[in-house]
C-alpha cells in the first residue's frame, strides 16, 4: 500500500514564527488531507488537497501530486497551534478501497 | 450541521463485558470507516464499509464486528473487549472511494478496558 511520511517529526517556535511541514507520499493519490489534533484528541479537517493550492486564514497548502509531496505552511503561529499535525493519503488502485494512510505526525510546540 | 458523530466520547469497561460504540453522519456518505489510534502505531483501520451490506476487513479487525444497515449508521461492537483494544476510536466517512474522498472525522471515543 501506499506509504506516507512526514517531516520533522517535532517542531518547536516562538509565538509569530513561520514554519514548513512536508509530507512525502509514494504514489499516486486521490485524496490528501491534512489534520490537526488537538490536545482533547479530535482529528480537525485542516485541508482536502489531492493536488493544487489552498489557503485558509494563516495556513496554507500545496500539493504536487507529479513529485509526489505535499507541504503545510503555518504563518504568524499562535499557542493554539499547538498539536500534531497529520498527513493521511489514498489512492483509488489496488485493494485500498478509500483507506487513509496517516504519516506519524509533527507534533508543534508553540511557546509565547 | 454536516457531521459525524460518535458517542460515548468516554468509556470505561471491564474485560469481557460486550459494548457497541455508535457512529452516525448525516451527508449520505457512502463510505464509512473505523480506525483506531495508539502510541508508536499511529492509526489503522480496522473496518471499513462501501455502502449498506457492504464491510469489508481494515487492517487490524481482530475482536471487533461491524454492521451496515443503513446508510447514516456504522457501529462498532466489540463482542468481548480486551485491555488491547484500549484505545483512541475514530469514525470516518466520505462521499466515495474514488471521486469527493474528502473524510471527515468523529470526535473520537477514547475506550480503555481494564
Known amino acids: 500500500g501506499i506509504q506516507v511520511e512526514q517531516s520533522p517529526p517535532d517542531l518547536i517556535l516562538q509565538e509569530g514564527a513561520n514554519s514548513t511541514l512536508r509530507c512525502n507520499f509514494s504514489d499516486s493519490v486521490n485524496n490528501l488531507q491534512w489534520f490537526h489534533q488537538n490536545p482533547w484528541g479530535q482529528l480537525i479537517n485542516l485541508f482536502y488537497?489531492?493536488?493544487g493550492t489552498k489557503q485558509n486564514g494563516r495556513l496554507s497548502a500545496t500539493t504536487v501530486a507529479t513529485e509526489r509531496y505535499s507541504l503545510l505552511y503555518i504563518s504568524s503561529s499562535q499557542t493554539t497551534d499547538s498539536g500534531v499535525y497529520f498527513c493521511?493519503?489514498?489512492?483509488?488502485?489496488?485493494?485500498?478501497?478509500?483507506?487513509?494512510?496517516f504519516g506519524q505526525g509533527t507534533i508543534l510546540t508553540v511557546h509565547p | 450541521e454536516a457531521q459525524v458523530t460518535q458517542n460515548p466520547r468516554y468509556l470505561i469497561t471491564v474485560t469481557g463485558k460486550k459494548l457497541t460504540v455508535t457512529c452516525s453522519q448525516n451527508?449520505?456518505?457512502?463510505?464509512m470507516s473505523w480506525y483506531r489510534q495508539d502510541p508508536g502505531l499511529g492509526l489503522r483501520q480496522i473496518y471499513y464499509s462501501m455502502n449498506v451490506e457492504v464491510t469489508d476487513k481494515g487492517d487490524v479487525p481482530e475482536g471487533y464486528k461491524v454492521s451496515r444497515k443503513e446508510k447514516r449508521n456504522f457501529p462498532l461492537i466489540l463482542e468481548s473487549p480486551s485491555p488491547n483494544q484500549t484505545s483512541l476510536y475514530f469514525c470516518?466517512?466520505?462521499?466515495?472511494?474514488?471521486?469527493?474522498?474528502?473524510?471527515?472525522f468523529g470526535q473520537g471515543t477514547r475506550l480503555t478496558v481494564v
Open positions: 493521511a493519503a489514498s489512492n483509488a488502485g489496488g485493494t485500498s478501497y478509500g483507506k487513509l494512510t
Open positions: 488537497i489531492p493536488s
Open positions: 470516518a466517512s466520505s462521499l466515495s472511494t474514488f471521486v469527493n474522498t474528502e473524510a471527515f
Open positions: 451527508m449520505n456518505h457512502e463510505y
